[in-house]
C-alpha cells in the first residue's frame, strides 16, 4: 500500500541551527502539508502546498520556515533558526484533491528535538 | 477557533466492550474525520463523513454526524487490545479553500486484554 514516508525519524539539533525535514508524498498526490504536535498538545497546522506553491499557511509558520518541493518527489520543511519551542513531532501528509474532498495521509512523522 | 474538543479525554475498558468517543467543533463543516494515532507514531485515517451523511460504518467502526449540534461520535464495537491508540477527529470548515484540517484534543482509549 502506498505511504507517506519521513526522514529522519528523529532528529536532535543545537538552537539557532538549520534543519531540513524530509517527506515523500504518495506519488500520485498533489496536496502536500505540513503539521506539528508538541508533546502533549494538539496536532496543529503549518502549511498546505498545492501546484508549487503555497496555499495556506497558519500563524506558526512564520519566515524561519519554508516549504518546498525541489524534484517533483521530495516535500521538505526548512527551519532556518530553530528554536527550544520548535521541539515537536513533524508530520507530512499528502492528499489527491484537497482536503474538502478527501483525507489526508500522514507520515510517520520526525521528532524535533532542539537543545 | 474551529479546533474540535473530543470527550473524554481518556477511556478504559475491557476487551470485547464497545468504545464510544465523541467530538465537538465550532464551525460549518465540509467533512468530519477520524484518525488513530499509536503512541509515538503517525496518523492512521479511518473514516471520512461528508457534511450531508448522518451515519457511516466501516468493520467495527460507526461514525454519526450532528451537523446540527455539531457533533460527531466514533463507535469501535467488539474492542481489541490492538484498538489502544489515541483518537482524533479532524474537521474541514466550509469557510476555508479546504486543505486545512483542524484536529481536536484526542481521546486516548486503553482496551484490557
Known amino acids: 500500500e502506498p505511504e507517506v514516508t519521513q526522514t529522519p525519524s528523529h532528529q536532535v539539533t543545537q538552537m539557532g541551527q538549520e534543519v531540513i525535514l524530509r517527506c515523500v508524498p504518495i506519488s500520485n498526490h498533489l496536496y502536500f502539508y505540513w503539521y506539528r504536535q508538541i508533546l502533549g498538545q494538539k496536532v496543529e497546522f503549518l502549511v498546505s502546498f498545492y501546484n508549487n506553491e503555497i496555499s495556506e499557511k497558519s500563524e506558526i509558520f512564520d519566515d524561519q520556515f519554508s516549504v518546498e518541493r525541489p524534484d517533483g518527489s521530495n516535500f521538505t520543511l526548512k527551519i532556518r533558526s530553530t528554536k527550544l519551542e520548535d521541539s515537536a513531532m513533524y508530520f507530512c501528509?499528502?492528499?489527491?484533491?484537497?482536503?474538502?474532498?478527501?483525507?489526508?495521509?500522514f507520515g510517520q512523522g520526525t521528532r524535533l528535538t532542539v537543545v | 477557533s474551529q479546533q474540535g474538543e473530543e470527550d473524554p479525554q481518556a477511556l478504559s475498558i475491557q476487551e470485547g466492550e464497545n468504545a464510544t468517543m465523541n467530538c465537538s467543533y465550532k464551525?460549518?463543516?465540509?467533512?468530519l474525520q477520524w484518525y488513530r494515532q499509536n503512541s509515538g507514531r503517525g496518523l492512521v485515517h479511518l473514516i471520512l463523513i461528508r457534511s450531508n451523511e448522518r451515519e457511516k460504518h466501516s468493520g467495527r467502526l460507526r461514525v454519526t454526524l450532528d451537523t446540527s449540534k455539531k457533533s460527531s461520535s466514533l463507535l469501535i464495537t467488539a474492542s481489541r487490545a490492538a484498538d489502544t491508540a489515541s483518537y482524533f477527529c479532524a474537521t474541514v470548515p466550509i469557510s476555508n479553500t479546504g486543505n486545512q484540517f483542524y484536529f481536536g484534543t484526542g481521546t486516548s482509549l486503553t482496551v484490557i486484554p
Open positions: 501528509a499528502s492528499s489527491w484533491r484537497g482536503g474538502r474532498n478527501t483525507e489526508a495521509f
Open positions: 464551525t460549518s463543516i465540509n467533512n
